[in-house]
DNA sequence: TCATTTATGTACTATCCGGTATTTTATATC
DNA sequence: GATATAAAATACCGGATAGTACATAAATGA
């Protein structure tokens, strides 16, 4: 085992739970928006003291680094899992779609987009993860994509990586009206519009 | 003439220009963000002080709601007029995607977009603004698609409301990234695809 | 000249923010 | 029990926010 777990052999005990703070911090993030949540706000609702807190993750940017770090192995993950699956276009394409627009935990939005558009107001550690995030992202949709043209299932005559581009940011204008209360069946229409540049001749 | 432009007969003359102050407020909530813009802020690049401008808009809310007023009648008329033109289906699309992505106005984005995005920070009277903007947009789409259905140009199986809500979310989606500096050559090629919808038997 | 009226800027309030200095508390070691 | 150590919370700091009380300046009318 790791001696990160271990306490320290003197000294007062720690009663803090980093881990429960930080998803008390996650969901709070992700609830409402990274702007809207302040380190207050967190400790209070954490039941723990702000210098508690700040011993933790050094700073507000840290905090919110870490719960971005938390949301992406605990949520984005699954997002790879399917782009990756090695499905075929359509299979995979109808199960992004059912992420976007079935998960409940995107009913509220996805907390990495919500960091994105508000990505001048982040911290420079959480800034550079939203930006490897998104590059990776883009990757694994362009894998993707890839894989689907050599399979002849989608011979546009796009580019790979416009592509790519183009099924991100349907993905996300879809969880993002979600988010803000739109008809579900009204965006679930858009969405499978806007896909279907994908699947035609 | 009204009597709003005649000064009062007596008392201290005013020296402050309501329409210059608003010009500044519009463009500064227009090329940063309205969340990121104070009143202090904006009293400093107006010149004035602060009792002075609550005198005349009352409270962050009454600016805000006069700067998003005034850009709705200086900017989004525009795409109004290009709506409201007459113009064949295709023609209409290209001056649309135009406006998005040519006009050296929509450089930094679109302010009613960013309200809009931002709507739970306004004020009410702001935000019923925007809701009211959104709205009549909607009311826009819809008029010139219905048109454009009717005479023949689009015979998709998409219900007009759909296909408006479609083309306004498609276009803020271009001018949003067109202002976080995404590629202009990317940005409309995802344009075109995501319109070419409406074009494409 | 002097009162009235209205706009002005200075200076202030109360509140929130991120972050920290300081004291207190709870443990292990001696 | 005494001491060292580390985590705890209280209470504070400086700065920014929206909004305002108040004294003053500049005009008109008498």
New interface residues.
Partial sequence: MSDADKGPARGRPRTMNAEQVLDVAMTAYWQS?P??VSVNAICQMAGISKPSLYRAFGSEDGLSRAALDRYAERVLSEMFVILHGGQGLRQTLDALVDFALDDPRMETGCLFYKMR?GK??LGPDTRARVDEIEAAAQAAYATFLQSARDAGDWPGE?SVE?GA??LG??IA?AIT?RASGEDPA?IR??LT??L??FT?P
Avoid: P, T, W
């Fill in positions: 928006d702007a809207d558009s001048h107001r796009l416009a581009k183009y940011e349907q204008l009206q009204r229409e858009m519009l806007a279907s540049v035609r």
